[in-house]
């Protein structure tokens, strides 16, 4: 019982002290004119300032990170595609406890008529996961994964409905990219795939140094530079 209660102890001390936005890269995206950062229906949305694409993704975070961690990222992406980008808050920051969160949070742009699903490491798999299912309403025109995979069961290795991109950093010390080229079958064949060598696990979000993760080759501004670069050209591919 002790053992028990130790280790109940240890897990709410985990999901209670998640990694949050870094205060300058986020205040960067809240002042950047092509693009505005509000809060809706739980939710830290970031629509285009001018001339929306009618495309929307929601996006989740990974384990442990607060969901504005990522806006200094999309905020890029936004202002060059038009894309409106939801990241939903999570349940305890984790998207095993809230798999289906997306369903829900395409009501934050009720405008948008195309939606993508995405997200980082633990958030990435949970995203495949759920395209998988085939639960609920919202028909999915693609996956976006960022330093994460789908595993076997989300069944999506022979989908031909879905537009795909996996982008891996070449320093990812929580999720190296050999892991991610094992699981590469699981995706659809004619999926995406990128390796920005030179980046870690945390360079995928703006929220500071992960345990276990790699010293990385690049500045976070390098790395967030490729990451949109990448992201914003699979988006207007579609």
Known sequence: MALVLVAGAA???????PHRAEPGPLAEAGEDPAVVV??????????PAEDPSGTGMVFYSGARVEADA?????????????????????RLNLALLDSARAESAVEAAPEISEWYLGGHSMGGAFAAQHLGTGDGDVEWAGLVLWGSYAIESADLADRDDLRVLSVAGGRDGVLI??????RRPNLPEDAVIEVIEGMNHAQFGAYGDQA?????????????????EITATFLEAS
């Open 177 to 182: 990219p050999d892991e991610v080229e094992e």
């Open 38 to 47: 509000e809060r809706r229906e739980g939710a830290v949305v970031l629509a």
């Open 11 to 17: 897990f709410l001390v985990w999901v209670l002290t």
């Open 70 to 90: 990522y806006a200094a990222v999309w905020a890029p992406v936004v202002a060059r595609t038009g894309v409106t980008v939801v990241l939903p808050d999570l």
């Open 212 to 228: 276990g993760d790699a010293e990385p080759e690049l500045t976070d501004d390098q790395a967030h530079q490729a990451l949109a």
